[in-house]
């Protein structure tokens, strides 16, 4: 078991954020921002600046690590692009209040409509009927369910919402 791999997740941390250089087995050098450390593999995911604006990933094996330096600390836009690399863009655009309001509004309608529906505790989760969940931006495609039946129904309610919405503008 190499050092990296004897490090505890607490130790991993101090790493996130920052810009390393991970020399791996074979003498194979990786550079990058550290996204993650797997605590169960020690696998590091590393961000790539890529000369558009956005980002590719990699990921190096904790066995195969034999060292990490770091190189630099991200600033303030550094971190902000790590920490939204995952989301999706449309959920991106969307202030607070806007959210929100698109809660609020979808929310009211479903109730309205007699659709049993609920906020999850702090999240901006809705849950309906405690078998279908709706996450932001609150379109067909954000609702999760494993009920394949509920899920096409509600989906197809939302999208007849959302169409009358655009139809109001």
């Not at 130790?11 to 990786?30: D, G, I, P, R, S």
């Not at 190189?71 to 607070?96: I, N, T």
């Not at 959210?99 to 509004?105: A, F, Q």
Request: net charge negative; hydrophobic share 35%.
């Amino acid at each position: 078991m190499s050092e990296w791999q004897k490090k505890t997740p607490l130790e991993w941390l101090t790493y996130m954020n920052k810009e390393v250089t991970v020399l791996a087995a074979e003498k194979h050098q990786y550079q990058g921002w550290v996204l993650t450390v797997d605590p169960v593999s020690a696998n590091i995911l590393l961000a790539h600046p890529l000369e558009n604006g956005k980002m590719s990933i990699s990921a190096v094996l904790g066995h195969a690590v034999q060292d990490v330096e770091i190189v630099a600390e991200a600033g303030d836009e550094m971190k902000e692009k790590l920490a939204h690399l995952f989301m999706p863009e449309e959920r991106q655009r969307y202030s607070q209040e806007e959210v929100e309001r698109k809660k609020t509004s979808l929310k009211d309608w479903l109730e309205t409509n007699h659709i049993p529906v609920k906020e999850q505790g702090e999240s901006q989760t809705l849950c309906v009927a405690g078998v279908l969940t709706i996450d932001p931006p609150y379109r067909a495609e954000d609702c999760h369910s494993s009920n394949e039946i509920i899920l096409s129904r509600i989906q197809g309610l939302i999208q007849g919402y959302l169409a009358r919405q655009q139809c109001q503008l």
